[in-house]
């Protein structure tokens, strides 16, 4: 797979991360790096333990890695989350981390993807 079929599986921006680090196996790299990321495990156990300020933290975390690396859906899905957790208030997130989870893994599997590539 390459790298623009990779963001195009999952809904990202490919031209615009391009533009912003000037070189594919750039965007390449840190895509990768992104499998390492904690962010997501971070907010799931966070939340599931009350503990909204960390779950808050994790979910802009993601937010931002997301925005970064052009991965579009999943962050306006983050971006969702982190702002119904921005009062630092429990609330029911029980739809939107069930969404969360299925564009988190549709990115990991896509990204795994281009590792193998």
Known sequence: MT?????EKIGGDYEGVCERMMD???VRKFALKFLADKS?????????????????RAA?????????????????VSDEITEALR???KVDLSER?????D????TID??????EA
């Open 60 to 76: 802009h975390t993601l937010k931002g890695v997301s925005q970064n690396l052009g991965f579009t859906r999943l962050f306006e």
């Open 3 to 7: 790298v623009q079929e990779c963001y």
């Open 87 to 89: 009062p630092l208030e």
């Open 24 to 26: 594919e196996a750039r």
């Open 40 to 56: 997501y495990e971070n907010l799931v156990e966070a939340y599931g333990s009350g503990n909204v300020e960390d779950a808050f």
């Open 97 to 101: 981390l069930a969404q969360l989870k």
């Open 103 to 106: 564009v988190y893994d549709r």
């Open 110 to 115: 896509a990204v795994s993807q281009l590792e």
